[in-house]
């Protein structure tokens, strides 16, 4: 199974030799499934001839808004709606979560003050909870008409959204590392991520998480997606 990656940021610069870009990260966390991965540079106006050239897409975070004035937004929106009604499986990530939303006729904003940060808990619509590390400020506020919420936590209530067809997206990064995440906080702390926010963050970030639950979530939600059509 043919993955498109719609990378829609890239990876500060000085972290890149140890982490790699973004698709590098998905592509450890779907590894040993069998599907084969192929990069589009969005951020660099680089996108596919059209949503059939791969079986299922997903698309990375971001350091942008998705309510910035940016020349590659409008046409991955478009893309966004030519992938959901030819029924292609669609995943988000983060800013993907959020472009998939406004996108379907959500809306995002910028949550004041605050970010959610490393290690955060999320009720699923079974009443189970699941940690995973986040790194966001925006989120989404307002609801895709055709969209079911899945996850939510305290500091964000659309957290998790399944759409009709094969559409999901999450606002946390199961594609990140404690590593990574120590060093988004430390290269932010105090100029943009507020300093008692970033204390609070490192207590408990190297403690494990459900990463490979995700990791298993996003790969069965592809191959069933496949298996299906």
């Given at each position: 199974m043919k993955i498109g990656i719609l990378q829609t940021g890239f990876v500060p610069e000085t972290m890149v030799d140890q982490f790699g870009e973004y698709p590098d990260m998905f592509g450890k966390l779907l590894h040993g499934n069998g599907f084969s991965l192929e990069t589009y540079t969005i951020v660099e106006n680089q996108f596919p001839a059209s949503p059939d050239v791969c079986d299922g897409w997903l698309i990375t975070g971001s350091r942008h808004g998705v309510y910035e004035n940016h020349d590659w937004i409008p046409p991955l929106e478009d893309l966004i709606r030519n992938i959901y009604e030819k029924n292609i499986p669609l995943v988000g990530v983060c800013f993907g979560h959020q472009i998939m939303a406004q996108a379907?006729?959500?809306k995002v904003e910028k949550f004041g003050g605050k970010w959610?940060?490393?290690?955060?808990t999320y009720t699923h619509?079974?009443?189970?909870?699941?940690t995973l590390l986040a790194v966001h400020q925006d989120q989404v506020i307002e609801l895709p008409p055709?969209?079911?919420v899945t996850a939510s936590s305290d500091f964000c209530r659309y957290a998790g959204l399944a759409y009709k067809g094969t559409a999901i997206s999450i606002q946390p990064h199961p594609e990140f590392s404690?590593?990574?995440?120590?060093?988004?906080?430390?290269?932010?702390?105090?100029?943009i991520i507020p300093e008692d926010q970033a204390?609070?963050?490192?207590i408990d970030l190297h403690r494990s998480?459900?990463?490979?639950?995700?990791?298993?979530q996003?790969?069965?939600f592809f191959l069933s997606s496949a298996a299906a059509t």
């Amino acid at each position: 199974m043919k993955i498109g990656i719609l990378q829609t940021g890239f990876v500060p610069e000085t972290m890149v030799d140890q982490f790699g870009e973004y698709p590098d990260m998905f592509g450890k966390l779907l590894h040993g499934n069998g599907f084969s991965l192929e990069t589009y540079t969005i951020v660099e106006n680089q996108f596919p001839a059209s949503p059939d050239v791969c079986d299922g897409w997903l698309i990375t975070g971001s350091r942008h808004g998705v309510y910035e004035n940016h020349d590659w937004i409008p046409p991955l929106e478009d893309l966004i709606r030519n992938i959901y009604e030819k029924n292609i499986p669609l995943v988000g990530v983060c800013f993907g979560h959020q472009i998939m939303a406004q996108a379907l006729g959500g809306k995002v904003e910028k949550f004041g003050g605050k970010w959610g940060i490393g290690q955060n808990t999320y009720t699923h619509e079974d009443g189970s909870t699941s940690t995973l590390l986040a790194v966001h400020q925006d989120q989404v506020i307002e609801l895709p008409p055709e969209a079911r919420v899945t996850a939510s936590s305290d500091f964000c209530r659309y957290a998790g959204l399944a759409y009709k067809g094969t559409a999901i997206s999450i606002q946390p990064h199961p594609e990140f590392s404690p590593d990574f995440v120590e060093g988004i906080i430390e290269m932010r702390r105090g100029n943009i991520i507020p300093e008692d926010q970033a204390e609070r963050a490192m207590i408990d970030l190297h403690r494990s998480n459900d990463t490979p639950k995700f990791a298993r979530q996003i790969a069965d939600f592809f191959l069933s997606s496949a298996a299906a059509t």
